[in-house]
């Protein structure tokens, strides 16, 4: 299975819950105004962080990487003259036409992270991500998309994204026990509802990056950290948020 049939799955499967998943929610229980209500409180806290920051200075173009059905784009194509969303998943993408349909100034488009190298750069005032680079299996994959970010952004922009920076080892040990059982019992000829729904398995991968090769990412491209929130950790999964921006 690629990432982006794991993905489409998912999305099949469960959508809401494969995006925000509170155990309450599973198997379809999320109320749809209510998961969209997350997403608009979640991106009116960025903003004021970020106009804290005294960043974006200019609110043209928006883009949401890795999308999903689109929880994030009524809150940013309002505060934006434009929102594009980009997701791996085709099916994720289909379910976002559908549901913001009305929306004139949002644009879904379907791909993955090679995608943001075919994106003209400085083209964003922000770039927005909440949940989705944990779910690349490659470190450096996850860094080289960090370094894109910085690159798409317009001058005194805004990228914020969201990322791990420790997961403990128990921890990430039962999320890859959980994907190779998941993988392996569908190779086996399992079918994937009854491997979600009766074993409650995930083909979900969970990784993270430490927040100093994070930094050095940023630095890289000539992007600069404004700010790094964070999540204290303790046993549990301490989690950053990054706010970053680039000169002219
Ligand atoms: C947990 S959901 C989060 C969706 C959305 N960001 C939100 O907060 O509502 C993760 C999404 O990232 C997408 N995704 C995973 N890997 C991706 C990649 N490499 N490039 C683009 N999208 C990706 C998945 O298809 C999925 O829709």
Redesign the pocket.
């Given at each position: 299975m690629t990432?982006e049939q794991d993905?489409d799955e998912l999305a099949r499967l469960d959508p809401l819950w494969?995006?925000?998943s509170f155990p309450d929610k599973r198997l379809g229980r999320w109320d749809e105004q209510e998961f969209l209500a997350t997403?608009r409180a979640q991106v009116e806290r960025h903003l004021a962080h970020g106009r804290a920051l005294g960043h974006p200075q200019g609110h043209g173009a928006a883009l949401?990487?890795?999308?999903?059905v689109g929880?994030?784009a009524p809150a940013l194509s309002d505060a934006f003259g434009s929102y594009c969303g980009?997701?791996?998943?085709e099916e994720?993408v289909a379910q976002a036409r559908r549901l913001h349909a009305t929306r004139s100034n949002c644009t879904f488009v379907g791909g993955?992270?090679a995608v943001l190298d075919r994106l003209p750069e400085r083209s964003f005032d922000l770039v927005f991500?909440?949940?989705?680079l944990q779910?690349?299996p490659r470190r450096t994959t996850i860094t080289s998309y960090v370094r894109s970010f910085v690159r798409l952004l317009r001058p005194e922009g805004l990228a914020v994204f969201q990322l791990p920076e420790h997961i403990p080892p128990a921890e990430k040990l039962l999320y890859d026990a959980r994907r190779a059982a998941y993988l392996g019992l569908q190779r086996a000829g399992a079918p994937s509802a009854f491997l979600h729904r009766a074993l409650r398995l995930s083909p979900m991968v969970m990784n993270f990056v430490p927040e100093a090769e994070v930094v050095a990412a940023v630095g890289d491209v000539g992007g600069v950290v404004l700010d790094v929130e964070r999540v204290p950790g303790g046993m549990a999964i301490r989690d950053r948020t990054y706010y970053v921006t680039r000169g002219g």
């Open positions: 990432l993905w494969s995006i925000l997403g949401d990487f890795g999308c999903g929880r994030l980009l997701d791996i998943s994720m993955g992270g991500t909440l949940y989705v779910h690349v």
